[in-house]
């Protein structure tokens, strides 16, 4: 097989019109680029240069979110045409984007490596989105071709080689085998819910064949099994880093190869998470991998690790007290368990944010399968925005296959996704990390949404309250978040970054005009603050109906610094306000 097979001419020109097509729509989004409107909807955007331009057809949308057509993309210079190309795009326009002598290659290789991405879901069976509607939930998983909906170069995977990318990335689907390593426990940490314990939990995740043979390997090398925990790594991850980097605690038998695992995994969208197929209401494991994708090395602290089942049993505990979120039918899948390494000498010459602390660790979160009733199905909520070949949203095809009207449908979906996430901020200065990524939608048969799970719990959570009380192993939550910020968690997150596509999607195929779209959501969060009276004074304090809120822009922190986008240490103070953005829900205050 040739390994480079999806790299052809055809699949390469519209790879690259797609992407320009995206950057011209988010860069002039987050007002990187100014295009000049020319009238009838056509704009054009000089270069650098002064003397280059790309000409094209837009619709503009609420949220300053602009429509691009790809298929009219031109680009011009000094009266001739030139193709497209989505790396001279980006170098054309390097001194509008800000990117440094430092940067700009790094991100030219992103884009490559989003680029060739493309190609390669290309050739892959087109199905429709009325077909995949009706699909289980890792064939709508792996059928996702877009990515994060904001970030230009959002599938970077920097590290991986072409035969990894084959191997490893969630489009492939290609069943994965996760590697077993033996941990000493004077160098690991083994860590669990309330109603956990080690011997009990791995043996229920793995089997008593697999845990007992790993017994006799460590036994037959003259070690004593209860010297070492077990822990999963993503294959790439033991090739190519801890194999090499950590060979000083290989040689000297503080962490012992094992082999594969029994059990068959699919990569999910977030890349080092994993599904288990061989049997869906086992947990998912996610693993450290070392690769740098969309601003962030993908690595697990173990230090992080060790106060993440506590955290979401705090979470947990909270959801289940609330009579809001309990009538909301609103569910976390918890993260139970999680083990983590430390390389004692690396840490001696790190920071504690030092990729190096993040090469070896693992969690393991409850799958959403076993919560399922009888005629419910799963989509990840990214699924909303997908598009196939032919243009047609999975959203609108959803909506058609419910039979329920647009607006209905639309109103089911916000009450179960939406109102929990006003519900938190509002009662508990609580947010979370809610992209399309993070939330598991639960379906009816018939394609109605019917409730919300939330996942990445210990890692994307916080809460904004500077006197909540929390227990001491849930402290590294609380964040100092600014008065006139803490409301952009809900307009950046989730209105910016997933309402604004989703609007302008159905709006454009003439499933739910505009003003349809932003007047249900207006009347979700009506009726959700007639609900809770006694909170009147937060209402009016971070006001959901304001006429304005900055624009957080998301690509200016990647095209800063795309090895780490944000300060972990001071999330808010990384963020790239620029101006503010007409709300859409000001009219229907």
Not at 244 to 252: I, M, P, S, W
Not at 350 to 366: C, I, N, Q
Request: proline share 4%; with cysteine; glycine share 6%.
């Amino acid at each position: 097989m040739n390994p480079v097979a999806h790299l052809t001419p055809g699949r390469w020109a519209e790879a690259n019109r797609a992407l320009i097509r995206k950057g011209l729509a988010e860069f002039a989004h987050e007002r990187l680029l100014a295009p000049e409107h020319l009238g009838d909807g056509r704009y054009r955007v000089v270069a650098d240069d002064g003397v280059t331009e790309y000409r094209f057809t837009a619709d503009r949308y609420a949220l300053d979110h602009w429509q691009v057509h790809a298929a009219s993309i031109t680009r011009h210079r000094g009266g001739e045409e030139l193709g497209l190309d989505a790396l001279q795009f980006v170098t054309e326009l390097r001194r509008s984007l800000g990117l440094s002598d430092e940067i700009l290659p790094v991100y030219l290789e992103e884009i490559s490596s989003t680029l060739a991405g493309t190609a390669y879901k290309a050739t892959k069976p087109a199905v429709s989105a009325e077909e995949l509607a009706g699909a289980g939930f890792q064939e709508i998983e792996t059928g996702m071709t877009e990515g994060h909906p904001c970030f230009v170069a959002n599938n970077g995977r920097l590290g991986f080689g072409v035969d990894e990318y084959r191997a490893y990335a969630p489009e492939a689907a290609r069943p994965i085998r996760l590697i077993w390593l033996a941990a000493r426990r004077d160098r690991a940490t083994f860590t669990a819910g309330a109603d956990l314990e080690y011997d009990s939990f791995v043996r229920a995740e793995l089997g008593d064949k697999a845990v007992n043979g790993f017994a006799a390997t460590l036994a037959g090398r003259g070690l004593d099994p209860a010297d070492y925990l077990l822990m999963p790594a993503h294959p790439w991850q033991w090739w190519n880093k801890l194999s090499v980097t950590f060979a000083a605690e290989v040689a000297q038998e503080r962490l012992v190869y094992l082999g594969e695992g029994d059990d068959a995994y699919l990569a999910q969208q977030s890349i080092r998470t994993f599904f288990n197929t061989s049997d869906p209401s086992k947990h998912y494991v996610k693993t450290a991998l070392s690769v740098l994708n969309m601003g962030f090395m993908r690595g697990l602290s173990a230090a992080y690790m060790e106060a993440t089942p506590a955290i979401n049993d705090w979470l947990a505990g909270l959801i289940e007290a609330d009579a809001v979120l309990k009538a909301a039918r609103f569910s976390i899948i918890r993260e139970r368990a999680a083990v983590g390494y430390r390389h004692l000498e690396y840490e001696a010459a790190t920071d504690r944010y030092s990729p190096y602390r993040k090469m070896l660790a693992a969690l393991w979160r409850e799958s959403p399968v076993a919560s399922l009733e009888k005629g419910e199905r799963l989509a990840t909520m990214a699924s909303l925005l997908h598009v196939d070949h032919e243009g047609r949203s999975l959203a609108a095809a959803l909506i058609r296959r419910s039979g329920l009207a647009p607006k209905e449908w639309l109103a089911r979906y916000l009450d179960a996704y939406l109102l929990p996430v006003l519900h938190s901020f509002y009662a508990y200065d609580l947010v979370y990390m809610p992209h399309g990524e993070n939330v598991i939608l639960v379906l009816d048969e018939a394609g109605a949404v019917v409730r919300a799970v939330f996942k990445d719990i210990a890692e994307e959570i916080c809460v904004m309250d500077p006197d909540a009380v929390l227990p001491p192993a849930v402290e590294r939550i609380r964040a100092d978040v600014p008065e006139h910020m803490k409301l952009l968690s809900i307009f950046t997150d989730v209105f910016d970054c997933f309402f604004r596509f989703l609007a302008a999607t159905l709006a454009a195929e003439g499933v739910l005009d505009e003003d349809g779209f932003w007047s249900t959501v207006a009347s979700c969060v009506h009726g959700y603050q007639a609900s809770v009276p006694e909170l009147a004074e937060k209402f009016a304090r971070y006001d959901m109906f304001a006429d304005t809120f900055a624009l957080s822009a998301l690509n200016r922190l990647q095209l800063r610094n795309n090895r780490q986008m944000v300060d972990l240490a001071d999330p808010s103070g990384a963020l790239q306000l620029v101006g503010d953005l007409e709300n859409p829900l000001s009219r229907f205050a």
